[in-house]
């Protein structure tokens, strides 16, 4: 059964700074992984997928990499802003399944 | 030009009673998932579905069940509610069950 963790649960950056959030999960045999951004009272928007065959995927600002012998995936994001303030929740599919399971996200607050 | 979309936004019901939540994507997605998030924010993947196959989460009560009149309608029925059934039900959908999933604004609930 995979599970999935999320180091830390909450994080505040002054604005401008270069962050990493941190996931790790416990079945290796993934077919991806996939980093998400819920803002308050809000769904959740999709940021990056890592296919298994993958190990890293860019957007903008974003990175996101995948280390599946050691079951970590960070996500990097470069020069955070004030708008970048959300939830961010790492998910990963484990072995013979498609369905996603959810760490409990990291709260970041980026302060002006 | 909303891609995944839930009805009703809010549901606030008696328990005992019994409930619907209807969602509906746009993109043509052949997968769609229901999720619950509860009260401390914990995503739990409850059902996937496409039109061969459906996936239910072992620890899901047989109160509830998807329903799927066609491939772009997943629908959530729920019998006998119970105040613990409280939370917010997030729908989503993607292409095949590998690929990026996109999320519904989510039916928050409330049983009193």
């Known amino acids: 059964k995979q599970e999935v963790t999320q180091i830390p649960a909450a994080l505040s950056v002054p604005e401008g700074e270069n962050l990493v959030l941190n996931c790790s999960f416990t079945?290796?045999?993934?077919?991806?992984l996939q980093w998400f951004r819920q803002d308050p009272g809000k769904g959740l928007t999709s940021l990056l997928l890592i296919q298994s065959s993958q190990r890293e995927q860019t957007s903008g600002r974003l990175n996101a990499s995948l280390d599946k012998s050691s079951g970590r995936s960070t996500l990097y994001i470069a020069a955070s802003q004030p708008g970048d303030s959300a939830t961010y929740l790492c998910?990963?599919?484990?072995?013979?399944?498609?369905?996603?399971?959810f760490g409990k996200g990291t709260k970041l607050s980026v302060i002006p | 030009d909303t891609a995944v979309s839930q009805t009703p936004k809010y549901l606030v019901t008696q328990m005992g009673n019994d409930k619907s939540i209807k969602c509906e994507q746009n993109l043509g997605h052949d997968t769609m998932y229901w999720y619950k998030q509860d009260s401390k924010k914990f995503l739990k993947i409850m059902f996937s579905y496409n039109n061969k196959e459906l996936i239910i989460n072992e620890t899901v009560p047989n109160r509830f069940s998807p329903k799927s009149p066609d491939k772009a309608h997943l629908n959530l029925h729920i019998n006998s509610l119970e105040l613990g059934d409280s939370a917010v039900y997030f729908c989503?959908?993607?292409?095949?069950?590998?690929?990026?999933?996109?999320f519904g604004p989510g039916t928050r609930l409330l049983v009193l």
């Open positions: 998910a990963a599919s484990g072995a013979g399944s498609y369905q996603l399971t």
């Open positions: 989503a959908s993607s292409q095949r069950g590998a690929e990026t999933q996109y």
């Open positions: 079945d290796s045999a993934i077919y991806n």
